[in-house]
């Protein structure tokens, strides 16, 4: 969970982020570590502009993170919260939604937020956005106990291995000693090579020559997890006549970081003050809800734009070894990294070819 949501929460309440600081399901972490095709390491801390006494970012399993959300849903009087009830059929009739659950019960309204994450039906069937293989990008993930060498400020680990271009190995530490491990690949070039997401992972763990020890006492706790997920390295049409995409339905996944929580909770917030602003105007046309479309797109199109452009920059790996060497001795190539995962203009330097040519005659 990034600096992003740590926002989003601070902007809902101030005291939400407290929570996580005492609960023992969710660990502070303090920045990232890259290890280049080459294998050199490049450590880098996050920067925060704002000074707060809570940590830039946090990590925890995905269902601690769910269920803590879930339990503040739970808290609001205003909110109905329907459990074990998915969505199965949406149909259009007499300018509202027809919702159809799989228990045969019905709903009508005006206004749909989808959030139904990577698989959404909704976005597929009714809204009619379509995933593209180099949009798009597989991942997998297991839980481990016991992996060696784990940062002692809880660095989040990108791997950036030359069989995954463009893609990673990652390790995140997590609560009581765990790890959150996994790997994900850009669909189109896994095709292309054939390669097998699972037996990949595997390999690298029992083989790799950097990261094959640290797994030697390393047990796996629970099943592997497979999961899609959809880029946002195109720009899409987010909403339509009584709808709105948020998160993963509206395929805003970061193409770099592979994030997708934080830009989730984002198009959430705008697209809940863009719903009361609908209700207010009693307008639930698709050319009023497009401004949700420029509200998420003002904030996140040049982000998502440059993270694309480094994804593709990662298919170089040569380069990327170089930048992660040169950045090991160039303090303001290092502080430029640092910066970038919350400031864009940081990041639009690292996509400008003139900010290598500067970094290949400077001295330092």
């Not at 206004?111 to 959404?120: E, M, P, R």
């Amino acid at each position: 969970m990034s600096g992003k949501v740590v926002e989003i929460l601070n902007k809902l309440d101030k005291s939400l982020i407290l929570e996580f600081e005492h609960a023992e399901e969710f660990l502070p972490s303090y920045g990232v570590s890259f290890v280049s095709p080459g294998g050199e390491w490049l450590r880098v801390p996050f920067r925060s502009k704002k000074q707060s006494s809570a940590a830039p970012g946090y990590i925890a399993r995905r269902i601690h993170f769910d269920n803590w959300l879930v339990e503040k849903v739970r808290s609001k009087p205003l909110i109905t919260l329907l459990e074990k009830t998915a969505i199965r059929k949406a149909l259009r009739h007499n300018q509202r939604w027809v919702l159809h659950s799989d228990d045969e019960s019905c709903f009508e309204a005006d206004l749909v937020l989808v959030c139904d994450g990577a698989y959404s039906a909704f976005a597929r069937n009714s809204a009619h956005s379509a995933t593209e293989p180099g949009h798009y990008c597989f991942g997998l993930r297991a839980y481990y106990k016991n992996v060696s060498g784990l940062d002692e400020d809880n660095f989040i680990e990108l791997h950036f291995l030359p069989e995954a271009l463009p893609g990673y190995f990652w390790i995140f530490p997590l609560p009581g000693g765990y790890a959150n491990v996994g790997i994900g690949m850009r669909a189109d070039k896994m095709r292309k090579r054939k390669v097998n997401l699972k037996k990949l992972f595997y390999r690298v763990i029992g083989e790799n020559q950097n990261i094959a020890p640290r797994f030697k006492q390393a047990q796996q706790d629970g099943e592997i997890k497979q999961f899609g997920l959809p880029l946002g390295s195109k720009k899409r049409a987010l909403s339509g006549d009584g709808y709105m995409l948020c998160g993963d339905a509206g395929q805003l996944i970061d193409p770099f970081t592979g994030e997708g929580i934080g830009n989730a909770m984002l198009s959430g917030m705008i697209a809940a003050m863009t719903a009361y602003a609908a209700v207010q105007k009693h307008n639930f046309t698709a050319d009023f809800l497009r401004n949700y479309d420029e509200a998420v797109y003002q904030r996140l199109e040049s982000e998502l734009r440059l993270s694309y452009t480094l994804q593709q920059l990662v298919n170089f790996p040569w380069l990327f070894n170089w930048i992660v060497h040169k950045a090991n001795s160039n303090p303001s190539l290092r502080e430029t990294i640092s910066c970038m995962f919350e400031d864009v203009d940081m990041r639009a330097r690292l996509s400008n070819p003139l900010f290598y040519l500067k970094l290949l005659f400077s001295r330092h």
